[in-house]
């Protein structure tokens, strides 16, 4: 009993209480990420300023539907509310599944947060692609472990990559009520498939071996959301810069 408990909560804190830490956090500051922007510069701004970041979104819950093969009813990547328009969504995925699988199930917690994950890794790979000493900087920070990346920073390429960076910033990680009841269909299922690998793996491995594991898995992903978290308040940073100026 001793054993599995030291496992679940070492599991729980590497698993859950970080990564949920980290998501929510992300969300809430994206979230008012958007919300200056209509404050400070009108409604359609942040198609103008989160376009980019909404097609990634939808697009994350699109891709993770059909891993979990879903039946995708309908899908807007963009959309352009019309004046007077009583829907105010800037895009969509309409999806069902089988209430009788429990993989289909289990695959709407996953489908509610996947903007998290899309957003994450879209913003990860710009930095590496268009600023690698940023990128190398912020691995050497992360890891501990001194990196030099190949390269000068390009002045173009920086333009693109804050445009690009704050686009996202502000419409790919607001995750909306929607998104949040749709991920609670399939947390029960995925509650009782988490305890029955913890229990298995209790069997076969012990507390220190399971937290190394954990750990060597986990870690990049931490790096991943905690520049995605960075980059988000950087770009509420400037938001707020932004909105003295136009006041």
Known sequence: MTKFLQIFLD?????????????????????????????????????????????????????????FRHQIKGVALLRIPRPNDGDTSLGYVQHAWQTTSLYQRSGNFFIGVAPLIGGTVALVALTRWLVPPIFAWWQSLATGVSTTATGDLVWWKVLIWVVLLINISVGGFDLSTADLENSSH???????????????????FTPTQIKGALLSFMVPVYWALGLALLINLITLTVLKLLGRAHV
Do not use: M
């Not at 404050?39 to 539907?65: K, M, N, P, T």
């Open 11 to 67: 599991a729980s804190l590497y698993l859950l209480l970080i990564p949920l830490l980290f998501g929510s956090t992300l969300s809430l500051v994206s979230h008012r990420n958007k919300s200056l922007v209509v404050i400070y510069f009108g409604f359609f701004a942040q198609v103008i300023g989160g376009g980019i970041g909404i097609i990634i979104h939808e697009l994350s819950h699109l891709i993770v539907s059909l891993l």
């Open 186 to 204: 399939g947390l029960f299922i995925l509650v009782v498939f988490y305890l029955l690998v913890l229990i298995i793996a209790c069997l076969f």
